[in-house]
């Protein structure tokens, strides 16, 4: 069978395929090749090229057929394990398995263990699932814990981990654990609600299923207002130039680490009004380690010194001689917005109908990056104490960060006062 070619050697340097329309001479049933690789066709080509016939038959020979089976089966399951928790998905594999596994000794093993492999992956979600619905139930508004009971939040960051180094690694082993149970199917029922190549037949029967990767973006957001909170909370302007210092060197640490999504929501936190207002806090702070991340993550030229930070990052995860230095955790929602610009912006069909190998090629590259970039495992030692308060310590909502800004350093024009004396009056019920 013609073997398609690598998505870049298919198109010059101008991002357009030349060839894609071929003469009569390079078409066989609907199929355009050229140098025997397959170009492009129509998807009823495609599919009836895949099929056996009497004439055509891949590989020509009867005896390879539940080998191969066997390994798109494996792959199937160990790269869209999600696909699984479909009922009628895991009879059809399990009625399939079982008809392979009737043959030799070797395939009944390994059909054993790839069923096996697949049950422990789907046991995994379903637990880590629980674990976030339990963590969503019991998140608390901080500004009531505090008229309830000020004394159970005495602590902050910096007493329950006074190192900004440690503090980054505990952020690593959150983002990477978050990371590995977004599955890739999930950037696809994200954006596509119908069958991208069939305009009348729904592709999925049931609600999209993007829970895990909604929770990660849910993280990025609780982590900004958990810095904002921190910085916040202090009474005095020394305690909270003291927390922005940490948090500057727990951003800078991130960094060096390859962790660029805390990295960014770090920064996030610390750029939200209510922690830019206090500027006699800010006059304490040196800054210049601040302004350095800030620059790398400077979102003109479409994140130009991001993009090519992370190209740095991917480049020495190739070539890592520890587990450490594999870690890249890009910014989560530049590559969320990178895929839906990709997706929105090309036709999946071409003018002629067939379908746009370009834009799949494409698709595909970016959420294979990402595949292999959360499988890393992370290298550094869990500290439960730190995870424990990183996931559950409540957060002061928008208008909690604003009051405890405003009582922080006291409001500086007529609006701000006027809001000032509102969110007293409505949060703590005082004129």
């Known amino acids: 069978m013609p073997q398609t070619p690598p998505f870049s050697a298919m198109f010059d340097s101008s991002g357009y395929n030349r060839n894609l329309y071929q003469s009569a001479e390079d078409s066989c049933g609907g199929l355009y090749y050229h140098d025997n690789n397959l170009l492009s066709g129509s998807l009823e080509a495609l599919i009836q090229h895949l099929v056996p016939n009497m004439d055509y038959y891949p590989d020509n020979q009867i005896r390879k057929i539940a080998p191969k089976i066997l390994q798109l089966l494996t792959e199937w399951t160990e790269t869209f394990p999600y696909d699984f928790r479909d009922e009628r998905m895991m009879r059809n594999l399990k009625d399939l398995a079982h008809r392979i596994a009737s043959g030799e000794e070797t395939y009944r093993k390994n059909v054993q263990q790839m069923m096996q492999c697949l049950i422990r992956k789907l046991a ?32 902050d960051i910096i007493t329950v981990c006074n190192d900004p180094y440690t503090l980054a690694q505990q952020l690593t082993h959150i983002e990477l654990e978050r990371l590995n149970y977004i599955g890739p199917e999930e950037f696809v029922q994200a954006f596509v609600q119908k069958d991208p190549l069939d305009n009348d037949k729904s592709c999925y029967s049931e609600q999209k299923k993007t829970r895990n990767l909604e929770a990660y973006v849910e993280w990025f957001n609780r982590l900004s207002y958990l810095v904002a909170t921190e910085i916040c909370m202090p009474v005095k302007k020394k305690h909270r130039a003291r927390m922005i210092e940490y948090f500057i060197d727990v951003a800078r640490e991130c960094f060096n680490i390859g962790n660029f999504n805390s990295l960014m929501a770090i920064i996030s936190g610390m750029n939200m009004s209510p922690v830019s207002r206090l500027k006699k806090t ?41 587990s450490r230095e594999k870690i890249v955790i890009p910014f989560f929602s530049l590559l969320i917005k990178d895929i839906y610009f990709l997706n929105e912006g090309c036709a999946n069909r071409l003018p002629n109908g067939h379908v746009n190998f370009e834009k799949f090629w494409e698709l595909a590259k970016q959420v294979s990056e990402f595949m292999t970039w959360k499988q890393v495992e992370c290298p550094f030692e869990r500290d439960r104490k730190i995870l424990q308060y990183l996931l559950t310590v409540p957060v002061f909502s928008e208008d909690a960060l604003y009051l405890a800004s405003y009582e922080s350093e006291g409001p500086e024009n007529h609006i701000e006062k006027d809001r000032w004396k509102s969110l007293r009056s409505s949060l703590l019920g005082r004129v």
């Open 124 to 155: 995994a979600l379903s637990q880590y699932e629980e674990v976030l619905a339990k963590i969503s139930s019991t998140t608390t508004d901080r500004l009531t814990v505090l008229k309830t009971k000020p004394q159970s939040i005495q602590r």
């Open 282 to 322: 800010w006059a304490k702070v040196k800054t210049a380690k601040f302004d350095i991340l800030e620059h790398q993550m400077d979102p003109s030229s479409n994140f130009y010194n991001y993009r090519t930070a992370l190209r740095g990052a991917a480049q020495r995860s190739l070539t890592a001689h520890s």
